[in-house]
C-alpha cells in the first residue's frame, strides 16, 4: 500500500506556472510508477503525466506535452509535477496517482490516489 499526499495548489492567472508535489510513503512507494491525473468540474478524471519509479521515462497526455514536466526524487520519494504556461482549461484537482506501471496510468487506471489538490487558472 502507498501512501500519497499532495501540495503546491492554487490560484494563478493565465501564462503563470505552478509546482505540485506529492510525498509517497509506505513499504513500496519507492518500487511503483507515480503519476498525476486532473478532474475539471462535470468532466472524468482523466490523466496528466506519469514517471517510472527510476525516473527514466515519462509519459504525458497531449493537451500538457512541452508545458508540464513531471519529475522524481527517488531519495525523497517525491514526485513533481511543473506547468508552465497554464491555460484556464487546465483549471482542475489535480490528483497524485501511483501503480505498477505508467503503461497502465496512461491508459487510465491508479492503484493508489492521493486526496487532491485545486488548482484555479484565472482569465
Known amino acids: 500500500q502507498v501512501q500519497l499526499v499532495e501540495s503546491g495548489g492554487g490560484l494563478v492567472q493565465t501564462g503563470g506556472s505552478l509546482r505540485l508535489s506529492c510525498a509517497a510513503s509506505?513499504?513500496?512507494?519507492?518500487?511503483?510508477?507515480m503519476g498525476w491525473f486532473r478532474q475539471a468540474p462535470g468532466e472524468e478524471r482523466g490523466f496528466v503525466a506519469a514517471?517510472?519509479?527510476?525516473?527514466?521515462?515519462?509519459d504525458y497526455a497531449d493537451p500538457v506535452k512541452g508545458r508540464f514536466a513531471i519529475s522524481r526524487d527517488s531519495a525523497k520519494n517525491t514526485v513533481y509535477l511543473q506547468m508552465n504556461s497554464l491555460k484556464p482549461e487546465d483549471t482542475a484537482v489535480y490528483y497524485c496517482a501511483a501503480h505498477l506501471t505508467t503503461g497502465a496510468m496512461v491508459a487510465g487506471r491508479a492503484l493508489n490516489w492521493g486526496q487532491g489538490t485545486q488548482v484555479t487558472v484565472s482569465s
Open positions: 509506505g513499504r513500496s512507494a519507492s518500487h511503483v510508477a
Open positions: 514517471i517510472t519509479w527510476t525516473g527514466g521515462s515519462t
